[in-house]
Each structure stands twice: as structure tokens, then as C-alpha cells.
């Protein structure tokens, strides 16, 4: 999941990018009178791939048809290199869109849905079918431009969209869920193959997904949204280790909640929903916002867990570490999900998930222990008015 | 899971009623289409004498009818076409509304309305009178084959044109949107996206219209009172004056033919599409 952020943006080597750099300012766009996007601002650098990554109905797919024309703009402006779009209608912006369900045309062979875009731009036939089949070699579909639309496989028809966004060289390439009607399998690969063509050609994309690895392993940056307005942006490494805010950690799938009872200076006193104490060193910790002393909540992923069988008679409740918290639990469930096992932890009446390569047994006492740097501290949600309650997966919750 | 034996009893009502009321009428005008009842024989004497009396109105039939089904896709395309890719909300809207009265007005009724419409002293020409485009001395009857074509066209194309806009606001959205996105403006994606793919409907429609306006008596009857005429009027004339069944027969076998081979026009592209699809 390493990415190439950093030397995507290095202009020196390489052809000079076909991409455009595309520039939001103030973005209102909403249906009837309620706006989904308001007041968005952000800037895209000439052939950056960003992901717009967000729950259903946070308004990412509203800011992709709004680039591409289909949602008016209430306020605001879509610059591309300058140029204002805002009120451009959509078939004179020139930003080459793939839709979630492909839209092609099933009138048409292969070929001619390819050449379509080339044809209305009044080429030759000769230039449009030398064109095809250089696309068409491009996103491996070869010797396929003669068949008709039916006859393709999901995964070939997802090469046909592509190809044909792609045949009119547009200086911008908006996907909408592009993956998400493929198999598990074939989606792995076209991942790879669309961030390498990409790269190839230097074009500005934008990807809309709610997929996190998705976005993760594609964009240069993530801009994930909540409610309309966007909760953080920066590279998949920041937006999965520093997330902004509670939203952003559990969408990006820090799943386990621990409500504390915040205390201290810089030596960090955490009252533990259980009665115990714990000391942690504020720096440790991954605190983005500020968390005034009183209800808190510590956010941390079930993978930072190490779990530990306790023998005999030990301590009873949760105790203090010097290096992250101890907390103790009974397993009351697991599952197998290919490299590890998930086990639900009960705590009193929290409930937390935590990953260990052995399988514990149910019923079994155990020692949760997280390290002080995998925890996050955010301020509790009642504190918080927009931390996004719809967030990804929120499974530790008191019962 | 209901028996063969049950379901063909299920079925059989509605299978008699259909031999009884339909299918013997019409084999029997059929054959006796080819009884000469004044020589006592069999024979195409009624057909060489329908030939040989209606030739004119058989071709003014056929003329009329094909250039009404013309005008009513042209029609129906141009009106379906503005509700599914119309851009002014209130326009669609209104279009909307208006489009379907036609529907629910007889034919009886909407000749009755053209006769006072269109004839030489009727609404259309005094509009144009005042608006001062004509003079008094310049306006004509439309009460000819145009008046006819007029009729039909009025009276079908809210039907076909409901056909074709049902079908067109079942295509995908993202269709239209994704030529749009590559460029391509309105006019050019009703006829390279929109209409290719409600093509089929079209056919329908128009099929249909064409043998309900081959069938219809009281347009022509009305709007057209001299020759030539449509075979409709020729038939009942043939009927009503003479008594005579065997023309009257031959005609109606000369109308179905010239359904026929539409529908059969019809079914093998029909055809084609399945085989080509298989």
C-alpha cells in the first residue's frame, strides 16, 4: 500500500503531463433546496489522482457529476487551468467521465463505442480506427473492437469504458466506482492497471469510491468527505495513521471506541470506563484536536491489539503500562478472516475487536494490550457536534 | 402444479370466442373473396374487377397511409425526443400534458373537428386571414388527402409517441449522459444514442398505426368526399349500395395483404435481431 505521492508530483522526468489542474473554490451544489456539497474548497494539481472517499450519501458522487457537468452549481466556481467550468453545459468541459454502470451503448460494436468520442470530433475513419486499436491495445483489449457489447464480461466492458474515456484524450478522467461491479479478483488487478495507465499518461483523475483500500492503493490523496464538507485530505499514509478527526479514524477503519475520562498535563491521566487508571505520555499519542480534560474517547484499529491469554489468577479489571494500555476482557466471540482471527472482547459492557494470529477460545480471559502510539485521542462525540455518527463500521460501543 | 389437460380446459373459453367471433368472420370473407356469386363459380373474377374499378384507391390507400406512419414517427420521435433529453423543466412539463389529448377523442370525433378546421371558410384559413398571411381569395379546402393525412397524423402520433417516450425514459440515464460527456449535443444523441436503441418500440407503434389507419371508415368518409378514396370507404360502399360481398370481400383480402407485408416486414427483422443476438 506504499505510494508513489511524493514522486507523482516530481515534474522533471517523464513526458509533460496531458493533465489539467482543476480548482474548486467555494463549492455549493445541493437537489431542491438542501445543499450536499457546501462550501467546498480544493485544488488539484495537474495529473494528481485523488480519491473522493466517503459513506453513501456524504455528496461524493454529487461533486464528480457536478465536474463533470450533470449537477449545477448553486455558488461557487470549477476552475480548469484557470478557466471557469461552473456554468459550462457538460458536453463542452472536455472531462472524460467512466460511470459506475459503464453506459455503453449497446447498439454499437467495441469499435465504434471507442470511436464514438473521435467521431463527433470529426476525424477520419482511417485516424479513428488507427486510434481504436492504439487505445484498445492500451486497456488489453486487443482483438475484441469487433464484438458487440453483449457478448463482453463484466471485467471487459469495465476496458471498454475505460478505453473509450480515454481515446479522446481528455485533459481529465472522472471515475465513478469504476470497481465496484467487478469480482473481488479482477477488481484487484484493474486497480493496478487504471493507477499504472494513469501514471502513463499523466491525466488529472478523480475517483470517487467508498472503498478504502481502493482509494488507498490508487490516489495520490485522499480527500475524504462527511456531510458535505471534507473531514481531511492529505496522502493514504496520513489519512490511515493521523486521521483528523474521530469521522476520519473510523472510516478508515479504527473500529474500537473506549470512552475515557481525560485528566493531567502532559503525562496523560485516563480514567478507564471500569474504574482503573492509566497513565500514557500525551506525545505517544496521536491527538489532533484539541481534548479539553473530562469525557474523551481513545480510538485505536483491532489489528494494534496484542492479545494475551492470562494464566491463572491474575490482577483482575484493566491496568496501567507504562508503554499503552492493558485491558482485561473474555472472549466472547471469533471469526477467521484469511490471515488472522477477529475476536470480540467483552469488557464489562464494552464490546472491543481484536486480531491475533492464534484462535482463542471462547470464554477464555484474556490481556488486551494496545501501545500508546496506535491509540488516538479525540474529544467525546457529544463534545464534537459534526463527527459523522454514520461512520464506516462503529462496533465498540457501550451496550 | 396444474395439469396440461387443465390448463388447455383453462384456456379453451377464450380460445372459442377467439375462433368463433374472429378467426371463422375472417377466413370465411377470405374465401369467399374468390366465390363469384352471380357465374355460380369459383374464381379472381372479384378481384380483377376490384382491380380493374379501385386501382386508384387501392395505391391512394397505400400512398395516404404511408406517408401518415412517416410523419407520425418523425413526429413522435421529435416529441418523445424533447420530453426525455428537454432541458426546461416547465416546457417538458407542458409538453407533457398537452401531448395526450388526441388519445381520448374518436376518430368519428376528430374528423368531425378537422371538417370544421380545415375547410375553405374554417378555422385554419380565417386565422390566417386575419393574421393577414392570406387573403380571402387565396385560401383553399385542406378537405382532400391532405386533410386525411392530417387526421391520421393528429389523431396517432400521441399514441406512438406514448410507445416511444416510455421506452426512452427506461434507458439508462448514464447512456445519454455518456455521450454528452464525450461531447456530443442534444439533437446528435436522439438519433445516435436514444432512437437506435427504442428502434423496436418505434416499429411497433407505427405498425399498429398503420393498420388502425387502413381500418378506419369515418375519416376518409368525412373529411374526403370524393374520389380517390381509401379502400374503407370503397368497401362499404361496395356493401351498402350493392349488396355486394364478393368486391367488398377481394378488398378486404387486398387490405389485409397490404397489413401482411408490414407485419411480416416486421417479424423477420424480428427474426434477425433474436438469431443475431443468440
Given at each position: 500500500m506504499m505510494q508513489q505521492a511524493v514522486q507523482a508530483h516530481a515534474p522533471a522526468e517523464g513526458p509533460a503531463p496531458l493533465g489539467a489542474a482543476i480548482s474548486l473554490k467555494d463549492l455549493h451544489l445541493g437537489y431542491d433546496r438542501t445543499d450536499v456539497i457546501a462550501g467546498l474548497s480544493l485544488d488539484v494539481q495537474a495529473g494528481e489522482f485523488i480519491a473522493l472517499l466517503g459513506a453513501s450519501g456524504c455528496g461524493k458522487t454529487t461533486l464528480l457529476r457536478a465536474l463533470a457537468g450533470f449537477v449545477p452549481v448553486r455558488q461557487g466556481q470549477i476552475l480548469l487551468d484557470g478557466t471557469d467550468l461552473s456554468h459550462t453545459p457538460p458536453e463542452a468541459r472536455g472531462m472524460a467521465m467512466m460511470f459506475q454502470s459503464y453506459a455503453?451503448?449497446?447498439?454499437?460494436t467495441v469499435a465504434q463505442n471507442i470511436g464514438y468520442g473521435l467521431k463527433l470530433r470529426g476525424q477520419s475513419r482511417a485516424q479513428i480506427a488507427a486510434r481504436v486499436a492504439d487505445i484498445a491495445g492500451l486497456v488489453g483489449l486487443g482483438d475484441l473492437t469487433g464484438r458487440r457489447i453483449a457478448a463482453l464480461s463484466g471485467g471487459q466492458k469495465q476496458r471498454v469504458a475505460l478505453a473509450r474515456a480515454l481515446a479522446v484524450d481528455p485533459p481529465v478522467l472522472l471515475l465513478d466506482e469504476p470497481l465496484s461491479n467487478l469480482d473481488a479478483g479482477t477488481r484487484g488487478t484493474m486497480r493496478h492497471e487504471i493507477r499504472a495507465l494513469q501514471q502513463r499518461l499523466g491525466l488529472t483523475t478523480i475517483l470517487v469510491t467508498h472503498d478504502r483500500q481502493e482509494a488507498m492503493s490508487m490516489a495520490d490523496r485522499v480527500v475524504i468527505l462527511n456531510r458535505g464538507r471534507i473531514a481531511q485530505i492529505g496522502t493514504p499514509e496520513e489519512v490511515y495513521h493521523r486521521p483528523a478527526d474521530s469521522y476520519v479514524a473510523r472510516f478508515m477503519g479504527a473500529t474500537n471506541t473506549l470512552p475515557v475520562d481525560l485528566g493531567g498535563g502532559e503525562e496523560l491521566i485516563l480514567s478507564l470506563p471500569d474504574g482503573a487508571r492509566a497513565r500514557l505520555p500525551r506525545a505517544a499519542l496521536h491527538v489532533p484536536q484539541t481534548v479539553a480534560p473530562g469525557p474523551a474517547e481513545l480510538i485505536f484499529r483491532s489489528d494494534a491489539v496484542e492479545l494475551g491469554e492470562v494464566n491463572?489468577?491474575?490482577?483482575g479489571g484493566a491496568g496501567p503500562n507504562s508503554a499503552g494500555l492493558t485491558l482485561r476482557g473474555r472472549v466472547a466471540q471469533h471469526s477467521y478472516l484469511g490471515s488472522v482471527y477477529r475476536h470480540e472482547i467483552r469488557i464489562g459492557a464494552l464490546r472491543l475487536m481484536a486480531d491475533a494470529a492464534r484462535k482463542m477460545p471462547i470464554g477464555a480471559d484474556v490481556d488486551a494490550c494496545i501501545p500508546a502510539t496506535a491509540l488516538s485521542l479525540f474529544p467525546a462525540r457529544s463534545q464534537t457536534a459534526v463527527t459523522g455518527s454514520k461512520a464506516a463500521a462503529p462496533v465498540a460501543h457501550p451496550l | 402444479m396444474i395439469s396440461r389437460r387443465t390448463s388447455l380446459l383453462l384456456i379453451a373459453p377464450a380460445l372459442v370466442l377467439m375462433a368463433v367471433l374472429f378467426l371463422t368472420p375472417l377466413g370465411y370473407s377470405l374465401i369467399w373473396a374468390f366465390r363469384e356469386e352471380e357465374a355460380g363459380r369459383w374464381g379472381i373474377g372479384n378481384f380483377t374487377k376490384a382491380w380493374a374499378f379501385y386501382s386508384a384507391d387501392i395505391l391512394f390507400s397505400l400512398v395516404i397511409v404511408t406517408l401518415s406512419a412517416a410523419l407520425i414517427g418523425a413526429l413522435s420521435i421529435a416529441i418523445a425526443g424533447y420530453l426525455t433529453l428537454g432541458r426546461s423543466p416547465r416546457a417538458v412539463a407542458v409538453l407533457r400534458w398537452l401531448?395526450?389529448?388526441?388519445?381520448?377523442?374518436?376518430f368519428v370525433v376528430a374528423a368531425q373537428v378537422m371538417r370544421t378546421f380545415l375547410a375553405k371558410n374554417g378555422m385554419m384559413n380565417n386565422a390566417l386571414v386575419e393574421m393577414g398571411l392570406l387573403t380571402p381569395f387565396q385560401t383553399a379546402s385542406y378537405l382532400d388527402w391532405r386533410g386525411i393525412v392530417i387526421t391520421f397524423v393528429w389523431k396517432q402520433t400521441p399514441f406512438v409517441t406514448l410507445l416511444l417516450a416510455g421506452a426512452m425514459a427506461s434507458l439508462d440515464r448514464s447512456m445519454i449522459e455518456s455521450a454528452q460527456n464525450l461531447g456530443a449535443k442534444r439533437l446528435r444523441i436522439l438519433f445516435g444514442i436514444v432512437v437506435p436503441q427504442v428502434a423496436q418500440t418505434l416499429m411497433v407503434g407505427l405498425i399498429l398505426s398503420y393498420v388502425m389507419m387502413m381500418s378506419v371508415l369515418s375519416v376518409p368518409m368525412m373529411i374526403n368526399a370524393q374520389q380517390p378514396t381509401m379502400l374503407t370507404v370503397d368497401m362499404a360502399w361496395r356493401i351498402n349500395a350493392y349488396g355486394d360481398y364478393g368486391v367488398a370481400n377481394a378488398l378486404g383480402f387486398i387490405a389485409y395483404l397490404m397489413t401482411a407485408c408490414v407485419a411480416w416486414g416486421y417479424l423477420r427483422k424480428e427474426l434477425r435481431d433474436r438469431t443475431g443476438e443468440a
Open positions: 455503453l451503448w449497446p447498439h454499437m491463572g489468577a491474575g490482577q | 401531448y395526450r389529448w388526441p388519445l381520448f377523442i374518436p
